[in-house]
C-alpha cells in the first residue's frame, strides 16, 4: 500500500531499469488481469512525429467546449507528473493517482515474476491511466498520444474510433529505423482494422500508411485531398486564421492563438476528427463549440510567450523538422527582431542540423546545459555551431537567462529558448517562479 504519492513516484522509478522494450504482450497480460479496463472508454488513437500533443489538445477543447468530459494521456509532463493524466484539462489528484496505482501494483509485480519479465516504467503509467479513466473518473472519450513510434507503443492496446498520424519526421531513429519509410513503417502500427486513419503525412510516409490502411480496410482521410485549408492573409503577430473544408463541413475564419504553418495542420486534424466523430458517432459538436476550442488552445512549451518585456519566446523543437517549422515560423512572424537563442540539447539528437536551422535566424547563440541524463555538454555543441553564427558557452542555464533578461533593453530583441522539450519545462518552472525576472 502507498501512504502517500512520493511512494508511488519512488515506485514508478524502480521500473526505469528495465529501459525500453518491444511487444506488446506484458500489457495484454496485465490488462487480463485488471478485467479489460479499455474495453471500458471510448478513445482517440494519435501519433506521429510531431505535433501529437498540439493536435491532442485543439481536438481535447473542441470536445470539451462542446459539452463533453475529456480525458486525455500524454507525454512528457511539462510541470509535474500527475499533468500525464488528465480530465478537462485537469491532471489526476494525488488520491486518485494513489488509487490507481494500489491497483496496478500487485499486477505490475506479479507481471515481472513471469516469462514474460519486468514491465517498463511507461507500461505501467499506461497502465495506470487505463485504470483511471476506467474505473476511477470515467469520461465520455479519451485520447491517447503516442509515447514513442507506435506498433509496439504501449498505448497501442485500445481500440479506438479513429486514428490520428500528424506526420513523419527523423527523430529517435535509432529505435524506429533509419529512414522516414521505416519510421513510417513503426508509426503505421497503430492502424487498426477498420479505424479510419486522419493524417497530414505526404510523399513516401504517406504511401506506407496508405498501405497499411488499405490492408486494414481502414478509410484513410489525408490533408490536402480529403480536407483541405487555406491561411488568410489576417493573421496576426501571435494569431493565425484559415478556413478548412472536410468532406462534411466547411469552417471560414477559423482562429488560433498558436502560430506556425505547422499549427493550422494540427488544428485541422482535430477539426477533422471532430467532424468525423459528428457525422459517425452522434457527437453532438457545433460550429461554435470548435471556434471556441481552437481559440481557447494554449500548448505550454510550444512557441509560447513567456514574456512581453522583454520579448521572450520557448519552443520545445529538439528534431529536424520541428526545427524548421519553428525557423519558418519566426521568419514570418519576426523578420525584423535581432534573436538571440539560449539553446540546450539532448546526446542523441541530430544536433548540427538543428544548430545549422538555427543559424538561419539567430544573431547570436547562448549554448548551455542542464540536468537531464541524456542532456549534451555545450561544450560538445559549441564545434558543431556554423562557423557564421556567434556562440558562447554559458554552463547554467539560469545564469544565461538572468543574465540575457538583464541585458535586454529593445523593442527590437527577443530572446528564443529551445532546443529540448526537457530543457523548455525546466526553464518555463523556474521562470514562473522567478517573476521578478520579468521587466515591469
Not at 111 to 120: M, N, Q, W
Not at 190 to 218: C, M, Q, R, S, Y
Not at 240 to 249: G, L, S, V
Request: charged share 25%; glycine share 6%.
Amino acid at each position: 500500500m502507498f501512504s502517500d504519492v512520493s511512494e508511488v513516484k519512488k515506485w514508478l522509478e524502480q521500473w526505469l531499469t528495465f529501459g525500453i522494450k518491444l511487444g506488446l504482450e506484458r500489457m495484454e497480460w496485465m490488462l487480463e488481469q485488471l478485467d479489460h479496463p479499455e474495453h471500458r472508454m471510448r478513445t482517440v488513437h494519435i501519433g506521429g512525429t510531431n505535433g501529437k500533443g498540439s493536435t491532442l489538445s485543439y481536438l481535447s477543447h473542441i470536445l470539451r467546449e462542446a459539452g463533453y468530459e475529456v480525458g486525455a494521456f500524454t507525454s512528457p509532463a511539462l510541470y509535474q507528473f500527475n499533468d500525464r493524466i488528465t480530465k478537462d484539462g485537469l491532471p489526476i489528484s494525488d488520491t486518485e493517482l494513489i488509487e490507481a496505482a494500489q491497483q496496478v501494483k500487485p499486477v505490475a509485480e506479479g507481471l515481472e515474476a513471469t516469462d514474460l519479465g519486468a514491465p517498463t516504467e511507461f507500461e505501467v503509467i499506461t497502465m495506470i491511466a487505463l485504470v483511471y479513466f476506467a474505473k476511477i473518473n470515467p469520461c465520455d472519450i479519451v485520447l491517447f498520444e503516442v509515447g514513442l513510434g507506435g506498433r509496439h507503443d504501449s498505448t497501442n492496446v485500445i481500440k479506438p474510433l479513429l486514428t490520428i498520424l500528424t506526420n513523419v519526421g527523423h527523430d529517435h531513429m535509432k529505435q524506429l529505423g533509419p529512414t522516414l519509410e521505416a519510421i513510417a513503417f513503426e508509426k503505421a502500427g497503430i492502424i487498426k482494422p477498420g479505424v479510419p486513419l486522419i493524417t497530414a503525412a505526404d510523399g513516401n510516409a504517406f504511401e506506407v500508411f496508405k498501405e497499411i490502411a488499405e490492408e486494414n480496410h481502414a478509410k484513410v482521410y489525408q490533408l490536402g485531398q480529403a480536407f483541405k485549408i487555406q491561411a488568410t492573409e489576417e493573421s496576426q503577430t501571435f494569431t493565425e486564421i484559415f478556413d478548412i473544408k472536410t468532406p462534411f463541413h466547411a469552417y471560414p475564419a477559423l482562429k488560433l492563438n498558436m502560430i506556425g504553418q505547422h499549427q493550422i495542420k494540427n488544428a485541422a486534424l482535430a477539426v477533422m476528427a471532430a467532424d468525423y466523430l459528428q457525422v459517425f458517432y452522434s457527437f453532438y459538436i457545433e460550429e461554435a463549440a470548435i471556434r471556441r476550442g481552437l481559440e481557447k488552445m494554449r500548448w505550454p512549451g510550444r512557441f509560447e510567450r513567456l514574456s512581453d518585456k522583454p520579448l521572450i519566446l520557448v519552443d520545445g523543437a529538439h528534431n529536424l523538422e520541428g526545427m524548421q517549422a519553428l525557423v519558418r515560423t519566426m521568419e514570418q512572424h519576426f523578420p525584423e527582431k535581432k534573436i538571440t537563442t539560449l539553446f540546450a540539447t539532448l546526446k542523441d539528437k541530430d544536433n548540427a542540423g538543428l544548430l545549422r536551422e538555427l543559424s538561419k535566424i539567430s544573431d547570436r547563440l547562448i549554448l548551455t546545459g542542464f540536468k537531464f541524463e541524456r542532456a549534451l555538454n555545450p561544450q560538445n555543441v559549441l564545434p558543431l555551431v556554423p562557423k557564421a553564427i556567434k556562440a558562447q558557452v554559458v554552463s547554467r542555464w539560469q545564469e544565461a537567462l538572468e543574465q540575457l533578461v538583464e541585458e535586454m533593453n529593445g523593442q527590437d530583441e527577443l530572446l528564443l529558448i529551445t532546443g529540448s522539450l526537457y530543457f523548455v519545462s525546466q526553464v518555463r518552472v523556474y521562470y514562473k517562479q522567478n517573476q521578478s525576472l520579468e521587466k515591469r
